[in-house]
């Protein structure tokens, strides 16, 4: 048997990783002695877990991943570029697009069917900048397409009667933090604090220093029973965010 080859604490490994790998796969694509055992597997990791944590209660809750996201991919190219944008909506992409076109208007100005001026709605400037079918320009074009953002998430266990972690537990947490700097795969700088990524950076496009909060990856530890994480922004001494509450515990 495959069992014989490896070793108690090897196998333990092995079956905490398919419980964690099931979010990610299609029950339909298992057997059904298959989704039996990782059920089972399941039940005795949060058994495991509430006998680990005795100064939590024994009630917790499973919080799935997140669904994947879907982002908006506009490819437009002409002789002298090929760029490609992401957007996060159908809208905002003819948009960027539309710009584009009403800047270089003037190369389809006189031909039948073409206004002086541009539409100021964006999906129709494209259509008659490019034609109906995209064609009308052979060395110029666009593609506007949806593409879903598939990021492997995990299965969190997290008691229903929160408690942020208390004063030693954070200060260790704080002594552990890393900075992630810039790398030449243009990676951001951010900071990690017990899973939580701060993302700090100048933004020249916007014009201004951006910061971003990234909280998908934050330790169970921090996340309510709701599967949001206790938060406050401030900037200076002003308060612009502020969802620190302990929700189900004590406020």
């Keep these: 048997m495959i069992a014989a080859r490896f070793n108690p604490p090897d196998i333990e490994c092995l079956v905490k990783t398919a419980v964690e790998l099931w979010e990610d796969i299609d029950p339909s694509d ?62 905002s992409a003819l948009a960027d697009l539309g710009e584009y076109i009403r800047r270089v208007w003037e190369n389809v100005v006189g031909e039948e069917g073409v206004p002086d001026q541009p539409p100021t709605d964006d999906r129709e400037t494209a259509r008659l900048y490019y034609g109906p079918e995209r064609n009308r320009r052979p060395d110029e074009g666009y593609n506007l397409y949806a593409e879903d953002i598939v990021k492997r998430g995990r299965t969190r266990i997290v008691p229903l009667d929160f408690r942020f972690p208390d ?40 014009g201004a220093v951006r910061i971003s909060v990234h909280l998908d990856s934050a330790e169970d530890r921090l996340v309510r029973a709701d599967g949001t994480v206790p938060l406050r922004v401030e900037v200076e001494d002003t308060v612009v965010l502020e969802d620190s509450r302990q929700k189900g515990g004590d406020a």
């Design 167 to 206: 004063e030693d537990a954070s200060e260790e947490a704080n002594r552990d933090a890393i900075f992630h700097p810039q790398t030449d795969d243009n990676d951001l700088p951010c900071v990690e604090v017990d899973g939580v990524l701060v993302f700090a950076y100048l933004d020249h496009e916007a």
């Design 30 to 91: 298992l057997s059904e002695h298959q989704q039996d055992t990782l059920n089972r597997a399941r039940d005795a990791m949060l058994a495991e877990h509430v006998d680990q944590q005795p100064s939590f209660p024994e009630v917790v809750t499973f919080i799935s991943p997140r669904p994947a996201g879907q982002a908006w991919v506009l490819r437009r190219w002409d002789r002298h570029e090929n760029e490609m944008t992401l957007h996060a909506d159908e809208d």
